[in-house]
T-cell receptor, first 111, second 112 residues
Framework: KNEVEQSPQNLTAQEGEFITINCSYS?????LHWLQQHPGGGIVSLFM???GKKKHGRLIATINIQEKHSSLHITASHPRDSAVYIC?????????????FGTGTRLQVTL | ETGVTQSPTHLIKTRGQQVTLRCSSQ?????VSWYQQALGQGPQFIFQ???????GRGNFPPRFSGLQFPNYSSELNVNALELDDSALYLC???????????FGQGTRLTVV
């Protein structure tokens, strides 16, 4: 079993829909990252959070440390949101950059 | 635009050769980490450099090595390339080890 599990693996939505991507992890963490990866490879950091909730534009990320679970929400989705969304956790001991990544959720938003 | 630049963007090498990949971090970011992402998989942590010294390493053999320079640039060197080294290599820089990471666009390495 992977230390970081994401669901769903693939998601297709129509423009305007509300989207939720889930991430569960099994290890103690100091922080959780939500990342966006477009075709071609580059990764953009969306959120880094260790508790509660963060919001940036149409994106909202929440984390429940006790339940070892985080969600990424996209409101009013748009075709430009189409990408792979990756959850990654930083360990609570050792090197903070030693992120463990989920395998990603591939989101396709259609018109 | 993350302010982190990697070069080259694409590279083809032959098995057994050596390769150097470069990363230019944001000014003031004294922590850089490197990741390998095989096709269809999530990235895997290779190592981290903090103030020009390696201070964390993943499950990669010694033929993967790195350098970090005072001008916030860094290198990933891979010796004796193997076919399985074909992957996207990503670097990420941070102001310090516990802050948000900024990723580069990656270098896609193909070993033939």
């Amino acid at each position: 079993k992977n230390e970081v599990e994401q669901s769903p693996q693939n998601l297709t939505a129509q423009e305007g829909e509300f989207i939720t991507i889930n991430c569960s992890y099994s290890v103690g963490i100091s922080a959780l990252h939500w990342l966006q990866q477009h075709p071609g490879g580059g990764i953009v950091s969306l959120f880094m959070l260790s508790s509660g909730k963060k919001k940036h534009g149409r994106l909202i990320a929440t984390i429940n440390i006790q339940e070892k679970h985080s969600s990424l929400h996209i409101t009013a989705s748009h075709p430009r949101d189409s990408a792979v969304y990756i959850c990654a956790v930083a360990p609570n001991t050792g090197t903070a950059s030693k992120l463990t990544f989920g395998t990603g959720t591939r989101l396709q938003v259609t018109l | 635009e993350t302010g982190v630049t990697q070069s080259p963007t694409h590279l083809i090498k032959t098995r057994g050769q050596q390769v150097t990949l470069r990363c230019s971090s944001q000014s003031g970011h004294n922590t850089v980490s490197w990741y390998q992402q095989a096709l269809g998989q999530g990235p895997q942590f290779i190592f981290q450099y903090y103030r020009e010294e390696e201070n964390g390493r993943g499950n990669f053999p010694p033929r993967f090595s790195g350098l970090q320079f005072p001008n916030y640039s860094s290198e990933l060197n891979v010796n004796a390339l193997e076919l399985d080294d074909s992957a996207l290599y990503l670097c990420a820089s941070r102001r310090d080890p516990n802050t948000e990471a900024f990723f580069g666009q990656g270098t896609r390495l193909t070993v033939v």
